[in-house]
């Protein structure tokens, strides 16, 4: 059985202006894979607590990257308020199906949003693992300064090609069939969940095997 554990904030930094990175230290953390989330909970002082789930943004530690929601329970929390050296409670690794496990497939990414982050999580164990694995990422965010990991997405790196289409500035783009591949590539889609059924239905009219289709879904 997962069990809760106590984790203490480390480090933070500001993603974009509404989305926090978190680097927590999380005593006896068995490890995680790629892909995988965890359950935060928090606890008022009258004992009332509330709990979402959030993905892992790398392999190499308990990192996560949360965007505030103005009407959340959790977000605006971990976002504004938590501070370096306070604690929360983590339950996790979370998840078995929707990871990536160093190996030489083609990968095709396709983020939406905050749906970034697992894939991010994706994109470091590969360049960890020294994989040769091609890995395209097809990133769908409103605008230009919403992009998580923009600087570290922009660096070129061997074997890694991203593109990124913007729905709120000039000239305004949705995801189509002309910006993914045919069928080949093992394929991981996150993001909201009526991008994700769209991105999902293009893959399969491009010809790809469902099998090889891999969604993560938040949001109604």
Partial sequence: MIRWRRARLAAAREETPTARTLIFDVEDWPGHLAGQHVDVRLTAPD????????????????????????????????????????????RG??????????GTAPVLLVAGGSGI?????MIRARRKAGSAAPFQLVYSVRTPDARYYGDELDR????????HLYT????????GKEDLPGPGPDVFVCGPTGFVEAVADLLLDLGHDP??????????
């Fill in 156 to 163: 070129p790196e061997q074997g890694l090609s991203v593109t």
């Fill in 117 to 121: 982050v697992p894939l991010m999580a």
């Fill in 47 to 90: 004992g009332y607590t509330a709990q979402r789930s959030y993905s892992l943004a790398t392999t190499e530690g308990v990192e996560l990257t949360v965007e505030g929601l103005p009407d959340g329970e959790v977000s605006p929390y971990l976002v504004g308020e938590l501070a370096v050296g306070d604690e929360i409670e983590l």
């Fill in 211 to 220: 099998a090889r289709i891999r969604t993560e879904r938040f949001g109604g």
């Fill in 168 to 175: 709120r500035v000039e000239p305004r783009r949705r995801i």
């Fill in 93 to 102: 690794p979370v998840g078995g199906w929707f990871v990536w496990r160093p």
